[in-house]
Structures are given as C-alpha cells and as structure tokens.
C-alpha cells in the first residue's frame, strides 16, 4: 500500500462506490462462519482495508461492513480494531507481501486479509504482548480465506505465506525496514514532509502517530468539577487521571456508552489539544459568538459550557450537522444550528460577532493517530489545496466579526503551510493583531507515569479585529 499497490492509492478521503463486477464484499453465506470467530473479526477488517484501497475512508468503510454483515457488537469491536491496527502498520505489512510474493495478490479483500493477518503477526508499536497466539492467527485467516468465494482458490496462499513470516520474520524485517515507508509506516513523501518541516522532532511526531490515541474527556463544568468527577470514575474502579483544566484520561480506553456521566452530558469525549480552543476564546455572557466548521460539536458544546452566549454553529454537511444537533441534546444546552459554507455570505444577517472560531479545513495530519488510514489516502497537493480553502474561509469570516472582537484559527494538521505560514498570511493581510496563543502543538504521548503531557497535534492563532478610527 505505501507506493501504489492499487490504483486509487493517493486519492483524498471519500467515499467511492465499490464496482458490482467486480465485488470486493465477501459473501458470508459461503461456508458458515461463527460470528463470535477471529476469523469472522478477519473477513470484516479486510473488507474494510479493501474499501480504503478504493478510496473510501475507514470510517466510512467500516460502516458498510457492519451494514452488510450480521456481526454482533463484540465482533464490530474486533472488525474495528484489528482494521486500525492494520492501516497503522500497512507500510510494513505491504513491504513483506512484496517480499514473499511475486505480484500483488488479488482480488483486494485477499490483499487485505493477509494485511490484516501479517499485522497481528508483526504487532503494533508499544504492545508489550501480542493480540493473539501467532498459530490462532495463521488458522483463522485460512478459515477466513475458505470463508468467501472470492478468495477460498488462494487458502493455500494464505497459508504459505504466514508460515513463511514466521519461519523468516527476523530475517524477512531486516530487509523491509530499509525502506522508509515499511520503517515508518508512511509514505515517502509524508517522512520527507515531517523531516523539512521539524528537523529535531520528525521521529517522535511520526512515532506517536502510530500509536493509539488516548481517550480523554472534557468534564461539563455546568454538571460537575473535575474533583468530583475523578471521584466518580474511582468508586466504579475507573482508573484516570486531569491532564488539563477540564481533560480527564482514561487509563485503558471503554465503550462511550460504558463511560460514567456520558449519557448524561457530565462529559463529552474530547482530546486535551482540542479542549483549549474555547478557554482561548474568552467567552463571555451575552456575546454573539459564531462556531464556523462546527461539526461534530465538539468545542460547539465547549463554548457554551462556559458561558450563556447567543451562538450560531454553522456547517456544510448535514449528516455531520446531525451529529451537533445530538452532541448538544445530551449536553442540555442550545445553539442555533444551520446548513451553511463558511467560505460565503449566503447565510449570514449582516450582524456582526464577538467571537469567531475558525476550525477550518486541513489534512488532519495532527491527529493521524486517529485517523490512520489518512496518510495512505491523502496527497502530497492536498495541504496546498486545502490551505488556499481556509484562506478564503478566514478573509470570509473576518468581515463578520466586530471591531476588538477576537478570532480563533484551529487546525489539526501539523503542515506549515496550514498552520504557521497562513496564520502569518492572514495577519498581515487584514493588520489583525495576534494575541497569545499557543501557536503549534505537536502530537505528544505520555513517556512517563508522572507527565501530563498527551495530546493531538492542533494549531491555534488568535487574531484581534483592531478598532475602527
């Protein structure tokens, strides 16, 4: 997958419909399946990196596969991990099937199912013990293989080639891992980006983007204070720790629904970086405040935490605008929501804001972690692409806020050209006087039991409207 193991590599994330002539989804009425089976969990992730190889997302891909299968939650959670796990390490497995195979193997499901059984094989970066028992691996993908019509005639593939690994692996990584992509697991161009962009930094920033993100919430202050709630998590035996003024960790990830207070609104799942962006804003009551590219409502629900505003979030997808409408229903709090591009005037009444948060469009190279199938969908053009959008988007917005009124850009990309360089653009377009702000956050994650230091990769800049003379 690294260079161009299927065509659609490189495209940008979105979803692309799969071909009916050429089916990737496995049939899974071919031989019967247990539900429950790791071989089962092995089906569904592979559909799924077969859909990310066409140009879909992972989320996205996901969806299908759950839509088109009977799999119970306990199986989605394995599909879904496994899937992540594979597309963090797709640089190395992809590496190895070219060393133990003369051609790709086709079709994409077959590809993607020994992607998915090399990464539990090889293992994820900091896992101390494998995910499974490296023989349970090698039987379920076969089983995994016979599953299916469109791979049952390459069984005996599947299981030459995971014997093969484990026969050779030492020797067979030795030479994988002289190439940049298999090293790393990112495309050449993304390791070369990183290493112009922090010459001192690029391994830890391209390292903590193969690892799992953390889960952190954000304590409603309006419910409960972080004390209180820390408190809570201990009497139900819920490890976690405050790493921010509202950021709680947990120390092993669970189930939203599962989480203390969630469904009540006492918190909302949001990464350390991503909670400073209302604090920064310095909201006050009564302010008419705009949330621009508000979806999913994360910092939306922030801000209102904090103060009794007149706030408008505006967005362009309506799915995602849903997706704000609900966030906001469980938090008990209200915010006048609607369809509209942040980059027109069409929907605004001409009277001017207080505050402005402009989370605008970037390649979300910050929070790769999370999104890991990102860097084998993005291209190198994008960042340019996307910053000449939040260019327009910024001067677009600067019209509508008030004289002193004060503007927040966000990006979760780690890219100058996102980040610092259109920042600076922008200043000195419009005269905005910057105001302090934390400027780039690289991704961090924690190295030791006593930091607090763990969070995505975000930029702030923080613009003043100067005074009309």
């Not at 891909?61 to 597309?87: K, S």
């Not at 849903?322 to 942040?342: C, P, S, Y």
């Not at 207080?354 to 972690?369: E, F, K």
Request: proline residues 8%; charged residues 20%.
């Amino acid at each position: 997958m690294p260079e161009q193991p299927r065509k659609t590599l490189g495209k940008p994330s979105k979803s692309t419909p799969v071909n009916p002539a050429n089916p990737v989804a496995p049939d899974f009425q071919a031989i019967e399946i247990k539900p429950d089976s790791l071989a089962f969990s092995l089906v569904g992730a592979a559909q799924a990196v077969a859909y990310v190889l066409e140009g879909t997302a992972l989320p996205q891909a996901l969806t299908r596969v759950f839509a088109q299968t009977n799999a119970l939650p306990q199986a989605r959670g394995a599909i879904q991990d496994i899937a992540y796990r594979t597309m963090r390490q797709v640089g190395r497995v992809d590496a190895l099937l070219k060393a133990m195979t003369n051609k790709p193997p086709e079709p994409a499901l077959l590809y993607g199912l020994l992607c998915c059984a090399l990464t539990l094989l090889v293992g994820n970066e900091g896992e101390e013990t494998a995910a499974y028992e490296e023989f349970v691996v090698v039987d379920q993908a076969v089983t995994a293989a016979t599953s299916s019509p469109h791979m049952v005639f390459a069984k005996g593939m599947v299981n030459a080639v995971l014997r093969r690994y484990l026969r050779e692996k030492d020797e067979l990584l030795k030479l994988v891992m002289k190439q940049p992509a298999a090293a790393w697991n990112y495309p050449q161009w993304w390791v070369d980006q990183t290493k112009a962009a922090y010459p001192q930094d690029w391994q830890a920033v391209l390292k903590t983007g193969n690892h799992p993100p953390p889960l952190t919430l954000r304590v409603n202050r309006r419910a409960m204070n972080v004390p209180e709630y820390l408190q809570l998590l201990a009497s139900q035996h819920i490890e976690a720790r405050q790493i921010g003024p509202y950021a709680v960790k947990l120390a092993k990830p669970l189930p939203v629904l599962n989480i203390p207070g969630f469904e009540d609104g006492v918190v909302s799942v949001q990464d350390a970086a991503a909670q400073l962006a209302a604090p920064l804003l310095d909201v006050q009551d009564g302010m008419r405040v705009l949330d621009a590219c508000a979806a999913p409502g994360g910092k939306t629900g922030h801000l209102l935490e904090l103060a009794e505003i007149e706030l408008l979030a505006i967005d362009t997808d309506p799915a995602r605008i849903q997706r704000i409408h609900e966030n906001l229903a469980r938090l008990k709090l209200f915010a006048t929501i609607k369809e509209g591009d942040a980059s027109r005037l069409s929907w605004w009444d001409s009277q001017p804001y207080d505050r402005i948060l402009a989370d605008v469009p970037c390649t979300a190279s910050g929070v790769v972690r999370r999104h890991p199938d990102s860097r084998w969908l993005r291209r190198k053009t994008d960042a340019a692409q996307l910053a000449a959008l939040s260019a327009r988007i910024l001067d677009n917005l600067w019209r509508m806020l008030k004289p002193g009124g004060k503007m927040l850009m966000v990006t979760c990309s780690v890219w100058p050209l996102e980040s610092e360089t259109q920042a600076a653009a922008f200043a000195e377009r419009h005269g905005a006087l910057r105001l302090d702000a934390p400027g780039q956050l690289l991704p961090t994650m924690l190295t030791t039991s006593e930091s607090n230091n763990e969070h995505d990769g975000l930029f702030y800049a923080l613009f003043q409207k100067p005074m009309q003379n």
